[in-house]
């Protein structure tokens, strides 16, 4: 079967539609490798999505079924899934979430441009995120929403920032507490009761860890140089 190497660990699953096959590819490793986590998926699995979301496509119903196992998993490891946009710069990520249709993508394509070279989307909405070595990563994966931009690498998170609409560009810092609902809004929460504890656990640690910020922002190249001096 075949081997990704995802978040650094290797994940078992075998793609049923030749599109997830196509999206994996650039994290197949050798697939006699050691397995940390199997997220092989039945087309029971894959039936159970459609239910969910009555409109999905097939592709899509296939990569939210193998993500689902995955991000239950891999908090066995310290991670979860964290509905981002995340651009690195300089070696040190920072990732921007929000609801669908507030403008993540728009804003960390502003990064590109204003930093150039130094800069670079990580993943453009469905990052994992792991606790390794007393730090935060954000990882690239397969799944990256409609613009599939991503890279198989990971880079030490800086910063969270909540995205809102604005005429101006400001920046705030944002309490643990006060960034709990909105975070709670943008990861994945397991159904699963002992996976639910653990998932609490890691959230609480992040949240003490983690610096959070409030970005009002329009979509001119001084909204990614506002956010950047507010966070770095």
Known sequence: MPIYRIAELNVQYTPVSSAIAELSEPYRIDDGAPVDIVADVSADDIKREYEYLPDSTEQTAEYTAIYRKL??????????????????????????TALSGTGKSTHTRLWLEKFGQRAFIINDDKPIVRYVNG?????????????????????????????????????????????????????????????????????????????????YCNISLQAAEVAYNGMK
Request: aromatic content about 14%.
């Open 71 to 96: 991000c239950t998993k891999i908090l066995d490891f310290n991670g979860f899934l964290f509905h981002s946009s995340t651009v690195v710069l300089d070696g040190e990520a920072y990732a921007f």
């Open 135 to 215: 730090e935060y990563r954000i990882y690239g994966t397969p799944w990256s929403g409609k613009n599939n931009l991503n890279k198989n690498t990971y880079a030490p998170l800086k910063a969270v920032c909540f995205l809102h609409r604005g005429k101006e560009n400001t920046i705030t810092e944002k309490t643990s507490s006060d960034a709990l609902t909105p975070l709670l809004s943008q990861v994945y929460r397991p159904h699963d009761e002992t996976y639910t504890l653990k998932f609490l656990d890691e959230l609480d640690r992040f949240l003490k860890t983690m610096k959070f910020y409030d970005l």
